[in-house]
Nanobody, 125 residues
């Protein structure tokens, strides 16, 4: 079992920055993926970005956030971060982190095994 707890959401003005955290606990894996998804009201959950570990790290981002969002990891804290810059009102959503027990998962939310509870990010114009 893996437990994920997100934090860091809140209200931010357009053009501003915010950092979300996803703290993981429980079973450890030598290869894994942690992704961020988001869901706006009335919309389907969408892929934001992914961090994978397979002896080396790799990241991938959705086109909508590429160049603005960055995923990083702090091993000592078992935490993955989503740094969001140049925020836009259309970034408003509940943001979720998800854990895949294999590193080769990608954008499909159903490939991920564990989910956090979500944290609300609201970007005002």
């Amino acid at each position: 079992q893996v437990q994920l707890v997100e934090s860091g959401g809140g209200l931010v003005q357009a053009g501003g920055s915010q950092r979300l955290s996803c703290a993981a606990s429980g079973r450890t894996f030598s290869r894994y993926a942690i992704a961020w998804f988001r869901q706006a009201p009335g919309k389907e959950r969408e892929f934001v970005g992914r961090f994978t570990w397979n002896g080396a790290s790799d990241t991938f981002y959705a086109d909508s956030v590429k160049g603005r969002f960055t995923i990083s990891r702090d091993n000592a804290k078992n935490t993955v971060y989503l740094q969001m810059n140049s925020l836009k009102p259309e970034d408003t959503a509940v943001y979720y982190c998800a854990f895949g027990t294999t590193y080769n998962v990608f954008k499909n939310q159903y490939e991920y095994d564990y989910w956090g509870q979500g944290t609300q990010v609201t970007v005002s114009s």
